[in-house]
């Protein structure tokens, strides 16, 4: 799959003016995560998903317009506030930002559906480590819950007392973001 430079541009707007209407998207960040952030595939290779250019915004998209609709799917007690759901959406993978750059070897390409490879020259952090430190260093405040939630969405919840609003935000962005897997693969 691959996705038309007008819905990547689409796509980049859509984020950014989600963005900026709840308040966690500013200039700063803009101008941090760059231009690369917009091209960004989600994946490296072929076998996972959206390893092409705008795939990353893409899967931030699916992965909130899911999450968005499970917590409304929640009863009122159990559900957590939109606006922090969306911010954990809209930054817990902004660290691909600038992590992969093209593969040049067409035989990797061609013989191993790998499009990307690592940027060696970033220093080694985990996706959430970075997602949170160009948040961070933006100026973007982050409860202790959405930092949980950013680090932590990958855990399997149902051993957890689902108490916190941390724990239900992580929960929620999991299970969300492997709707999106599905649909992306």
Known sequence: MSLTKEKILKNAKKFNETGIKHGFINDELINLLGTEFIGAPACSTTNLYNAFEGGLIQHILNTTKYAVSINEMLSAEKQVPATSLIKVCFLHQIGKAKMFVEQKSQWHRENKGEMYIFNDELLSMTVSERSVYYAMSAGVLLSEDEVFAMYNYNDDFSGRPMTTIGEK?????????????????
């Open 169 to 185: 935000l992580a929960a929620i962005l999991r299970i969300a973001n492997q709707l999106s897997v599905i649909e992306e693969k």
